[in-house]
């Protein structure tokens, strides 16, 4: 019995993996993050200092699309910009202007459903 389970499971396995492989292949829709700086060059961090500019970056991988990012701050104010159109393969940054100590939760919406969410914190 318990040789028909393990290989129950590993069957299971396999399955799962083989049906998880094309969506692999095929990348992901949306790169998004936060960086501690506005250049295209700035590198994803999960810590900024205080002073430092703060931007959260997004790029639709295939498609041209609108999106809306929104900003969680630590005192529970949640600010979101307007929808702004996203060319396929072009990266954008929109300012995140916060000294607020504490954790920032932003999100990215692309027509009205949730593609990415990315926390990152202030240090005092």
Not at 70 to 99: H, M, S
Not at 108 to 122: H, T
Request: contains cysteine.
């Amino acid at each position: 019995m318990k040789r028909v389970k393990t290989l129950t499971a590993i069957s299971m396995g396999v399955a799962l993996l083989a049906s998880l492989a094309p969506a692999m292949a095929q990348g992901a829709a949306f790169r998004h993050y936060v960086a501690c700086g506005l250049s295209e060059n700035a590198k994803p961090a999960h810590l900024c200092q205080k002073k430092r500019d703060k931007g959260a970056f997004f790029r639709s991988t295939k498609n041209d699309v609108f999106y809306t990012v929104c900003v969680k701050f630590p005192t529970k104010r949640r600010l979101c910009a307007p929808k702004q159109e996203a060319k396929a393969g072009t990266l954008y940054v929109n300012k995140i202007t916060t000294n607020i100590p504490g954790k920032h939760r932003v999100t990215w919406f692309v027509q009205g459903k949730k593609v990415g969410e990315y926390v990152f914190r202030v240090k005092g």
